[in-house]
C-alpha cells in the first residue's frame, strides 16, 4: 500500500521567498513521484516528475524537487516566490508501473505582496 | 496538453435522484480514472478503467458505477445521489506506456441538496 503526506495545509509565504511544501511517502516498490499544481476552478497540472535516475528533479515555473530515499521525501522548492504561485500544491505517488496515482492532502501556497 | 473535456462543469440536484457526470478524451489514452476532491483529503481514486469495457474499483468506490464503452468515453454515475457525494470530480487519463503522469480534466462540481 501507498501513501503521501504533506505536512501543512497551508503554507503562506512572501514574494521573493524560498517556497518549501513537504512531501513524505511510503511505498513497497520503488516508487514514482510527482507534483501537480491545481489554480482555482482548474483541474491538476502537472509541476514535475521523478522516475529513475537524477534525484534532483526540475519541473516548470522554477520549482524542483529533490528525491530522498533515505528519507522517504519528495520535498517540493523554488528559491523566489511570485504572486502566481498561489495555487493548491498536489504530491503524489504511483506504483511502479503507473497505473495508479495516491495522493497527499494537498497544501494550499500563499504569497503575500 | 492532453484534451480532456468533462459535462456538466457544474450541476445542483437532489437526494436521491440519479446523475451521471461523463469525460471524453481525445488522445486515445487506454487508461481512465475518476476522482473526487474534497478538502483535507487531496484527491482519491473512485474508479477507473484499463480498456473499453474494463474497469475496476478504487478506494471510494461505494455508491458509484462506471461504464466505459469506447476509448473517448468514461461515464461515471451516482444511482441514488446522496449529500455526502457533494464534491468536485475530476476525471483523468494517461496512455498506455512511455508516459507516467495522469493528465487532468477542468474537474465537475456536484451539489446534492
Known amino acids: 500500500a501507498q501513501s503521501v503526506t504533506q505536512l501543512g495545509s497551508h503554507v503562506s509565504v512572501s514574494e521573493g521567498a524560498l517556497v518549501l511544501l513537504r512531501c513524505n511517502y511510503s511505498?513497497?516498490?520503488?516508487?514514482?513521484l510527482f507534483w501537480y499544481v491545481q489554480y482555482p476552478n482548474q483541474g491538476l497540472q502537472l509541476l514535475l516528475k521523478y522516475t529513475t535516475g537524477a534525484t534532483l528533479v526540475k519541473g516548470i515555473n522554477g520549482f524542483e524537487a529533490e528525491f530522498k530515499k533515505s528519507e522517504t521525501s519528495f520535498h517540493l522548492t523554488k528559491p523566489s516566490a511570485h504572486m502566481s504561485d498561489a495555487a493548491e500544491y498536489f504530491c503524489?505517488?504511483?506504483?511502479?508501473?503507473?497505473?495508479?496515482?495516491?495522493f497527499g492532502g494537498g497544501t494550499r501556497l500563499m504569497v503575500k505582496p | 496538453d492532453a484534451g480532456i473535456t468533462q459535462s456538466p462543469r457544474h450541476k445542483v440536484t437532489e437526494t436521491g435522484t440519479p446523475v451521471t457526470l461523463r469525460c471524453h478524451q481525445t488522445e486515445n489514452h487506454r487508461y481512465m480514472y475518476w476522482y473526487r476532491q474534497d478538502p483535507g483529503h487531496g484527491l482519491r481514486l473512485i474508479h477507473y478503467?484499463?480498456?473499453?469495457?474494463?474497469?475496476d474499483k478504487g478506494e471510494v468506490s461505494d455508491g458509484y458505477s462506471v461504464s466505459r464503452s469506447k476509448t473517448e468515453d468514461f461515464l461515471l454515475t451516482l444511482e441514488s445521489a446522496t449529500s455526502s457525494q457533494t464534491s468536485v470530480y475530476f476525471c483523468a487519463s494517461r496512455p498506455l506506456a512511455g508516459v507516467n503522469e495522469q493528465f487532468f480534466g477542468p474537474g465537475t462540481r456536484l451539489t446534492v441538496l
Open positions: 478503467s484499463y480498456g473499453v469495457k474494463d474497469t
Open positions: 511505498s513497497s516498490v520503488p516508487p514514482y
Open positions: 503524489a505517488v504511483s506504483d511502479g508501473a503507473g497505473n495508479m496515482l495516491t
